[in-house]
């Protein structure tokens, strides 16, 4: 049975896109987060609103369906749009396969758009390894101690010296690298769709050296009477890929099982190191 409070909420979240000036602003965030100020000269400007008051009305209701999250800046309000409320109200209601199915449909679609389709084909790379150590262990460093396994130069910032992968709690959210040390820089892989403690992380992914391609990203911890566990990792995408990139990713996703197995490769699976 479905849940009543989570059909309550994205009830609130429909009722508040029903209105053009709520879904003009849906835009207006998509960018980056605004000012109240700018918000309403935009909708003013376009005849979506005839007052500063039917602004802060619109603005209220997204803020009560939790699609606008709101902060102050001295004597202003900023505006920023929460993804995590879109998605759940949206694609989060479709069953995780279909969801993954649903993202590459529509990333071959803007690919297709952008280049010649005998240029799009598809990619699935699939990497196993067995892990003897604790599998609360594995996770740990699958999705906290990401720093120590997910390296240049099979990564979005390749000249970067050190290079963590983030992963947020909950669906909806960036799935990005950040490096460090020195001044912080960020890329985006795409969009957490699904997340089991212990079992499953899936995110929608772009292409490490295919700007042209995207799909998704599925990592799966599984027990099993060899070993402690099996960590699977299974990449798919559609695009222009060009030759030869298929054994890059297959190399750069072994790299990353081989590193994480010595990491865990010491008494009861703790750090070799």
């Known amino acids: 049975m479905a849940d009543p409070d989570a059909r309550a909420r994205h009830t609130s979240v429909w009722d508040a896109l029903a209105h053009p000036a709520r879904r003009r602003i849906v835009e207006i965030l998509r960018g980056a987060p605004a000012p109240t100020g700018r918000i309403h000269e935009t909708l003013e400007d376009e005849g979506l ?20 999250l709101a902060t102050r800046s001295g004597r202003e309000r900023i505006n920023a749009l929460n993804g995590s409320a879109l998605y759940e109200a949206t694609i989060g209601w479709l069953a995780p396969p279909d969801r993954s199915l ?7 679609r ?21 892990i003897s150590a604790p599998r609360e262990r594995i996770w740990s460093l699958l999705t906290r101690d990401t720093r120590s396994w997910w390296r240049p130069p099979f990564a979005l910032l390749g000249d970067a010296d050190e290079v963590e992968l983030v992963i947020p709690e909950r669906a909806g959210g960036s799935v990005i690298e950040r490096s460090g040390p020195g001044p912080e820089r960020t890329a985006a892989w795409g969009m957490l769709v699904r997340r089991e403690e212990g079992t499953l992380l899936e995110w929608t992914s772009v292409v490490c050296g295919a700007p042209g391609a995207s799909g998704t990203v599925r990592i799966t ?15 798919d995408a559609v695009g222009a890929l060009p030759d030869g990139i298929d054994a890059d990713i297959e190399l750069g996703w072994s790299n990353k099982l081989t590193t994480i197995s010595g990491l865990l490769a010491g008494p009861d699976g703790q750090d070799a190191g």
């Not at 911890?221 to 990449?235: D, F, G, I, K, S």
């Open 49 to 68: 609103s005839t007052s500063r008051f039917a602004t802060l009305r619109h603005l209220e209701q997204m803020r009560e369906a939790d699609l606008v």
């Open 102 to 108: 649903a993202t590459s449909l529509h990333r071959l």
């Open 110 to 130: 803007l690919s297709a758009e952008e280049n010649a389709m005998s240029e799009v084909r598809h990619l699935s790379v699939h990497q196993s390894i067995l």
């Open 221 to 235: 911890l599984e027990p099993t009477e060899e070993a402690a566990a099996r960590l699977t990792v299974t990449q």
